[in-house]
């Protein structure tokens, strides 16, 4: 007698409500390119030398990007980009 009282409910517990598919939207394309070595200039030795000045002065620190260049049949590391970055020491 009581597991008929009792298999209602069990059949209620399994039962849910129906779950609705949220859709997204689909990607947004972005405006990028891959730049490749050959496209990237060298920074000037006057630009790198500006660029970590302007660093200082804010009270931040200098990080250069470089990028592998071949000269002359040898592999050198070529200043890109001089960015600021926060100090660890404040």
Excluded: H
Excluded at 5 to 27: D, E, N, R, W
Excluded at 28 to 42: F, G, P
Excluded at 70 to 75: E, P, S
């Amino acid at each position: 007698m009581k597991a008929l009282a009792v298999i209602p409910f069990m059949l209620a517990a399994c039962s849910s409500t129906p779950q609705y598919i949220v859709q997204q939207p689909p990607p947004v394309e972005q405006n990028t390119a891959l730049v490749v070595d050959r496209e990237i200039s060298m920074l000037s030795r006057n630009e790198v030398i500006n660029g970590v000045k302007e660093c200082e002065e804010s009270g931040l620190r200098p990080v250069m990007i470089t990028a592998r260049r071949r000269i002359n049949g040898f592999l050198s590391t070529a200043p890109v980009d001089v960015t600021c970055a926060p100090r660890y020491d404040k």
